[in-house]
């Protein structure tokens, strides 16, 4: 478990300044993710996420519900995040913090309103029945970038989450339990993720992922959210300094490579997942 600390003046030179050089504390390029560890089950839609030493949780629920007057077609994506005080010792127990808001938004726009889920097929009957789906992410342990590895373990709960199935005939719904007939998996669109980028030296310097200690010496970070259909789904800066157009073009370029690595490794531990319980 990783403690967020006061890094000393030294310690923040030492770091820059291996920044500056090409040199991170972790041995990687500038441009490198960390490993990444996908871990399913035991029930159908819970996703472990390992980031180097962060780690984050989510777990896929739904139930039945009446659907929005103004969406009589459409089921519910809902997110919801626990940052926990075993990972956040900063932060008061119950009550929001700045930090859980600003990932809370910038997940809620990247898979909710890039509309990575197909809603209409969450549709039971029109008007009356429709499946709410409520992605719960937990962030177990925080060593930096935790926007990148929520994103991961919320698109890989999703696409590995099995719905009952259900039958209607007339106006009687039937939804048979998960015993007596195979689940139904989500319909996913597309699988946007998030990129994160740190910056140094008024935008000079940039880093890919990073971690607990370069985000405390940081002067300003920005999420890409992408797919392999090189589609920006979203962008978020929140604050910081300003930014060359140079810059964001070059952040661009990566985070397409990168959002395609990344979905590549959610699709294999699917697939290992699949072989394993002969999906």
Not at 71 to 78: A, F, K, L, Q, V
Request: charged share 25%.
């Amino acid at each position: 478990m990783v403690k967020e600390f006061e890094l000393s003046n030294n310690e923040k030179e030492f770091i820059l300044k291996g920044i500056k050089e090409g040199l991170r504390l972790d041995n990687r390029d500038k441009n490198e993710f960390r490993a990444i560890g996908i871990i399913f089950g035991p029930e159908y839609g819970r996703s472990e996420v390992i980031l180097g030493n962060t780690r984050v949780l989510a777990k896929v629920s739904c139930e039945v519900i009446r659907p929005y007057p103004d969406r009589p077609n459409e089921g519910m994506i809902t997110l919801s995040t626990e940052l926990s005080p075993m990972a956040f010792p900063n932060i008061e127990p119950g009550r929001p913090s700045e930090e859980e808001v600003l990932v809370s938004r910038i997940l809620e726009k990247a898979i909710k309103r890039s509309r990575a889920i197909d809603t209409e097929g969450l549709c039971i009957v029109a008007n009356e029945k429709v499946w709410s789906i409520r992605v719960d992410i937990h962030f177990l342990d925080h060593d930096g970038n935790i926007i990148d590895a929520a994103c991961i373990a919320a698109i890989s709960a999703l696409a590995h989450f099995r719905r009952p199935d259900v039958t209607v005939i007339g106006e009687e719904v039937t939804i048979h339990p998960i015993e007596q007939r195979n689940p139904v998996p989500l319909s996913v669109l597309h699988m946007p993720i998030c990129i994160t980028f740190a910056f140094f030296e008024d935008g000079k310097y940039v880093v890919v992922d990073p971690t607990l200690q370069e985000e405390q010496i940081r002067q300003g970070d920005m999420t890409m959210t992408l797919n392999v259909h090189k589609e920006l789904c979203t962008l978020s800066k929140a604050g910081g300094i300003p930014l060359e157009m140079e810059t964001i073009i070059d952040c661009s370029r990566i985070a397409t490579s990168k959002a395609t690595w990344i979905t590549e490794q959610i699709h294999s531990a699917l697939e290992a997942e699949a072989k394993k319980l002969k999906f």
